[in-house]
């Protein structure tokens, strides 16, 4: 079943279903002059905090944790690629993450935070204990499956100039089913906090496993825009009420194993090539706990032919793309 769909998807590749070609609505220019292209990529960055209520696995706790190392070893070799070939990457990251350590107080963890109700959704299973029960509430040196200040530092001194976005303070379900708006609220202002420490400002949102919702509550909190995955896309933002952009994906890399490593090389590029000959907004993600050796091929290739193109693509980061499709449309 894996490997027809793996065969039907580069059929459907080929005919230009997926991804998804829009035209321009007229309403605004997407793409500033001299470019025919917007290039974003972004990181989901997480470690061990993404996969804990995972339905996928018997023992969800140790795929985090295996997630979570696997992560660890592989972002400084995504960023010297970066600072190489001159790509920034935004950061969508658990706000848990920029904290050097944390307490319980009455053996509860964060008791500021309100929590979620039990609930279920396509990935995750939360029926019983507190959501925050597997924090180590530890040190990062002690635990560094759970807090990352000495990689966000590494980010931020990097060369490329990489965005530090939000993906929710403990990477919680925000739809509107799951998620009470004051939820959402209280998590993302636990970022600010935590990322205020680092002189960062978080501009740019991204919603764990695309659970879209509660958009006022990211609009009221300067957020200016959040990704979704309807279906891969190269086309335009959708701008919502309270002046807040919807980024559209265009494909997550991630290895398929019915997919040889040239095919996934000669897939991207092609995209690439699509958003340049279409004059669309082109946004790639992935998982940085994706296999290391499926991820130095690929980033090297994908880098070495954006970098070939650069005169023609514009690579930037979200906040920085928003922030001059904002002073278009003023
Ligand atoms: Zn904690
Ligand atoms: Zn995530």
């Known amino acids: 079943m894996q490997y027809l769909k793996s065969q039907l998807s580069k059929i459907n590749f080929e005919l230009h279903r997926n991804p998804r070609l829009e035209l321009p609505d007229g309403r605004f220019q997407y793409v500033p002059e001299p470019y025919k292209a917007v290039f974003l990529l972004q990181a989901d960055f997480e470690l061990a905090w993404a996969w804990q209520f995972s339905k996928s696995s018997e023992q969800p706790l140790q795929k985090a944790l295996q997630h979570a190392r696997t992560e660890r070893a592989n972002i400084p070799h995504i960023l010297q690629l970066c600072d190489r070939y001159a790509i920034p990457i935004t950061w969508a990251t658990v706000g848990h993450l920029f904290l050097e350590q944390c307490n319980r107080s009455n053996d509860v963890a964060h008791a500021e935070l309100p929590r ?6 396509q990935y995750w299973h939360y029926k019983e204990k507190d959501w925050f029960a597997n924090d180590p509430c530890s040190h990062y040196q002690q635990a560094p499956e759970w807090y990352a200040p000495d990689l966000i530092r590494q980010i931020l001194d990097s060369q490329a100039g990489h965005e530090m976005a939000c993906h929710t303070f403990s990477h919680i379900d925000c739809s509107d089913a799951h998620c009470p708006s004051g939820v959402l609220r209280a998590e993302i202002q636990a970022c600010q906090q935590a990322a205020t420490a680092f002189g960062v400002q978080l501009r740019s949102f991204v919603h764990p496993a695309h659970t879209i919702g509660n958009i006022a509550v990211l609009a009221d909190l300067g957020i200016t825009s959040f990704r979704t995955d309807y279906g891969n896309t190269l086309g335009y933002p959708l701008l ?10 265009t494909l997550q890399m991630n290895f398929r194993s019915h ?5 996934h090389n000669y897939r991207y590029k092609k995209v690439v090539d699509r958003a340049i000959k279409n004059r669309s907004v082109c946004c790639f993600w992935f998982h940085p706990s994706i296999p ?3 991820l130095n091929d690929t980033f090297t290739h994908l880098f070495q032919h954006l970098d070939r193109h650069r005169n023609e693509i514009w690579i930037t980061t979200t906040g920085n793309y928003f922030e001059w499709l904002n002073k278009q449309i003023q």
């Open 116 to 121: 979620l109700p039990f609930f279920e959704n």
């Open 240 to 249: 919502h009420p309270g002046s807040i952009w919807e980024l559209k994906s």
């Open 259 to 263: 997919w040889s490593i040239q095919y």
């Open 292 to 294: 290391s050796d499926f």
